[in-house]
């Protein structure tokens, strides 16, 4: 599997990561809500503001940090 690109102020985004475990079609436990790994994320802006996070909280209060940079530059009429 190739490493996954991380956004730059150039080619902007976001991304998350969270590789669900891998459990048997029979195996009750396969609802289970945790990951194999660690949950990451990053993303960047055009006007050159990015943010980085690692863990369940973190990735989720980043995304939501995201939203809201978004949300700002939306009100100002920037992309």
């Given at each position: 599997m190739s490493a996954v690109?991380?956004?730059t102020p150039?080619?902007?985004?976001?991304?998350?990561?969270a590789p669900p475990i891998y459990r048997r079609h029979d195996d009750p436990a396969r609802w289970s809500?945790?990951?194999?790994?660690?949950?990451?994320?990053?993303?960047?802006?055009?006007c050159g503001q990015t943010g980085e996070?690692?863990?369940?909280?973190?990735?989720?209060?980043?995304?939501?940090?995201?939203e809201d940079h978004k949300a700002s530059h939306a009100k100002d009429g920037r992309r």
């Open positions: 690109k991380k956004p150039d080619d902007p985004g976001l991304h998350v990561s809500t945790q990951t194999d790994t660690t949950p990451t994320g990053s993303y960047a802006c055009r996070a690692t863990g369940r909280r973190q990735v989720a209060d980043m995304v939501k940090q995201y």
